[in-house]
């Protein structure tokens, strides 16, 4: 038997050193290992975050598409559509319209679902609200992406002269317009209505009763609702648009509650406002509860914003917003101007707004002088001239209207909206409060 082979040191220090190397390159391909499955697993969650970040603007802005959906329809309302054609295809339950718009494939396979609900649809709302959701669910079987939006809208006035139930315009009682602020500037200046500035732009409206015209004219386009006899093409200078149908509701009064700052004025309204030492609320305006109340000789002070909510309360002559200032006042009797008595004849329109939801006579007698918004869609409105310094200016809403002796009204261009409906807030519902909040809004159609 052979003796074994003797190893020497060298052989041996040789051996242990390829041993070395070995364990060393297998600790550095497990470190390497290590090190590419955290790269990989940080580049999949990169990727990830990064489509999700992505989808996520991209849902934001399927929610808008919802929006604006709903937007259009309820534009196509303010030209005179009706309801049941402008919202055709939507499903409704009571004042409440749904529609879920056709799936949107986005990149990666992913699908878009957005489903937009609305509040108020058919415009008996004065201050309608839409909620559109907007859900992703990505390709690789991740959570969906929600975004919801909410907006907030109220009715814009595209009228001079709007009567629900009927109008009369005897004797050579007119309708006509002008823009007193031909430069579109916030600050003005405003000018007062002169039949040299006069245009053939008035926008008048009835939706039910008869309208008749003596042997005045309006000059402007007439919108009438579909049970209206049409009047002699020849008493209108514009279009005569029929069937027009919109509805007037009343707007929510401000209450104490809902506002940071208020005062209570009793039955007695100060002669200026707002008063010296009173604060606005958040909002900038200052605002004043009154009961039984004549809202008459007061001035409301340049620059200021004066809000009055009345309970029991009427308005007469007298009131005077300087420049600059507004006004808007919200009541429950009517607005009755004496004879060469005056309302903010020296103010455009668009500073005084008057809300009342009487359902008696409101009334402008001869040489009266009235620049303002008046909305007073349960009351009749007479006004007769007397073809001295009569002056009707602005944008008046009643349930029936007559005119007489040249009490002619003058529609003020610079009330003219963008659109019937404007947008008054805008929000993104984001936490899971909000979430469940629209969903209890929404009958569960939102999630």
């Known amino acids: ?52 970040s992505y989808f996520a603007n991209d849902a934001a802005n399927l929610a808008e598409a919802g929006l604006e959906e709903a937007l259009y329809r309820f534009n196509q309302m303010g030209g005179g559509v009706a309801p049941a054609t402008a919202w055709s295809g939507w499903a409704f339950s009571g004042t409440n319209a749904m529609y879920t718009l056709p799936p949107f494939n986005r990149d990666q396979n992913a699908v878009g679902i957005v489903k937009v609900h609305v509040k108020g649809y058919d415009g008996s709302n004065a201050a309608p609200t839409v909620f559109s959701q907007a859900v992703i669910t990505p390709f690789d079987g991740g959570a969906p992406i929600v975004k919801t939006l909410r907006i907030s809208l109220k009715l814009n006035l595209p009228f001079g002269l709007v009567a629900l139930s009927g109008l009369t315009l005897n004797n050579s009682t007119f309708a ?10 916030p600050t003005g200046p405003w000018v007062t209505y002169s039949s040299g500035i006069a245009h053939l732009k008035a926008k008048v409206a009835v939706l039910a009763g008869a309208i008749t015209i ?40 401000p209450t104490s509650a809902s506002v940071s700052q208020s005062y209570n004025l009793g039955a007695a309204i100060p002669a200026t406002l707002p008063a010296a030492g009173n604060l606005p609320a958040a909002d900038g305006r200052y605002y004043y509860f009154c009961n039984g109340a004549t809202i008459g000789s007061a001035t409301i002070t340049s620059g ?29 009797k009517t607005v009755v101007l004496a004879a060469n008595k005056t309302i903010n004849s020296s103010n455009w329109a668009g500073s005084l707004q008057v809300y009342t939801t009487t359902a008696s006579t409101c009334s402008f007698a001869n040489n009266s002088r009235f620049s303002g918004c008046l909305y007073a869609p349960n009351a009749p409105l007479t006004a007769s001239g007397s073809g ?60």
């Open 214 to 253: 003596g042997t005045g004219k309006i000059n402007g386009d007439l919108y009438l609702g579909a049970g209206v006899t049409s009047p002699a093409a020849s008493k209108v200078t514009g279009a005569i648009i029929k069937p027009y149908t919109m509805a007037f509701p009343m707007p929510a009064y």
């Open 304 to 332: 200021k914003n004066v809000v009055i909510v009345g309970t029991n309360t009427s308005m007469t002559f007298g009131l005077t917003v300087q420049n600059l200032a507004t006004c808007v006042i919200y009541m429950d």
């Open 176 to 185: 006509d317009s002008f823009d007193s602020n031909p430069t579109n500037s």
């Open 1 to 52: 038997m052979a003796p074994a082979a003797s190893t020497s040191p060298a052989d041996r220090r040789l051996a242990d050193q390829r041993g070395s190397f070995l364990i060393i390159a297998m600790v550095f391909a497990a470190a390497i290992s290590i090190v590419l499955t955290s790269y990989l697993a940080l580049g999949r969650t990169s990727l990830k975050l990064a489509h999700r």
């Open 388 to 447: 001295g310094s009569d002056l009707l200016v602005g944008s008046f809403v009643a349930k029936t209207i007559t005119a007489s002796n040249t009490m002619d009204f003058h529609y003020d261009e610079s009330l003219q909206p963008g659109s019937a409906w404007a947008v008054t807030n805008w929000l993104e519902l984001q936490s899971a409060a909000d979430r469940a909040t629209v969903a209890g809004l929404t009958n569960n159609y939102l999630r």
